[in-house]
């Protein structure tokens, strides 16, 4: 099974500031088949990004994924106040089973 | 416009069978992939399988052993069952659709989970 960690667990930051979230996979993610969703209290997640780099439809561009092998980025340019939520990275490589990072909460500060 | 909607007792017996349904509106279940995914209360998210067609069927290892997931492709609709649930098995349930790309070779292979539906609480106790 691939282990995800995702840093930092809370990332305090103002509207308007860049965030950087990290996923880190113990092992490599084949074909970079890495997702990343945000999820607001009481809602499904929200598909972002899949296959590392490519943003799903409808997600502004604003946000930007990157990385391959074990090492995976989360930008989000600038924040907006919509963005403060929690975001998890997901793979989906051929490696089962899926799994998850426990998650980076994005809080006002 | 997809959409998908989880319904299903939200108060199961130790020991007893979680069943749970998702009813798939407005599109076909052909030809994605689907999986059920859960969040126990101020926990993380945890995949518990997937299915392609009636072809294809995965399961979480954790799970496995208590987990069948079936398909209703006549009412477009796909099922959870399992078993023997205990206080630990108590989360939210969701249901969730893969993108999906189709290689040179043909082969459908699920990408991102793109469509969720709103999740269903469901609480193990007796």
């Known amino acids: 099974e691939i282990v995800l960690t995702q840093s930092p667990a809370t990332l305090s930051l103002s509207p308007g500031d860049r965030a950087t979230l990290s996923c880190g996979a113990s092992q490599s993610v084949t074909n970079s088949h890495l997702a990343w969703y945000q999820q607001k209290p009481g809602l499904a997640p929200r598909l972002l990004i899949y296959?590392?780099?490519t943003r799903a439809t409808g997600i502004p561009d604003r946000f930007s994924g990157s990385g391959s092998g074990t090492d995976f980025t989360l930008t989000i340019s600038r924040l907006e106040p919509e963005d403060f939520a929690v975001y998890y990275c997901?793979?989906?490589?051929?490696?089962?089973?899926?799994?998850f990072g426990q998650g980076t909460k994005v809080e006002i500060k | 416009q997809v959409q998908l909607q989880e319904s299903g007792p939200g108060l199961v017996k130790p020991s007893k069978t979680l069943s749970l349904t998702c009813t798939v509106s407005?599109?076909?279940?052909?030809?994605?992939?689907w999986s059920w995914i859960r969040q126990p209360p101020g926990k993380g998210l945890e995949w518990i399988g997937n299915f392609y067609y009636s072809e294809t069927t995965n399961y979480n290892p954790s799970l496995k052993s208590r987990v069948t997931i079936s398909v209703d492709m006549s009412k477009n609709q796909f099922s959870l069952k399992l078993t023997s649930v205990t206080a630990a098995d108590t989360a939210v349930y969701y249901c969730?659709?893969?993108?999906?790309?189709?290689?040179?070779?043909?082969?459908?292979?699920?990408?991102?989970?793109?469509?969720w539906g709103q999740g269903t609480t469901v609480t193990v106790s007796s």
């Open positions: 969730a659709r893969h993108e999906y790309r189709i290689t040179i070779s043909g082969v459908v292979t699920p990408l991102g989970m793109d469509v």
């Open positions: 407005g599109g076909s279940i052909s030809p994605y992939y």
């Open positions: 997901q793979q989906y490589g051929n490696s089962l089973p899926y799994t």
């Open positions: 296959d590392a780099s």
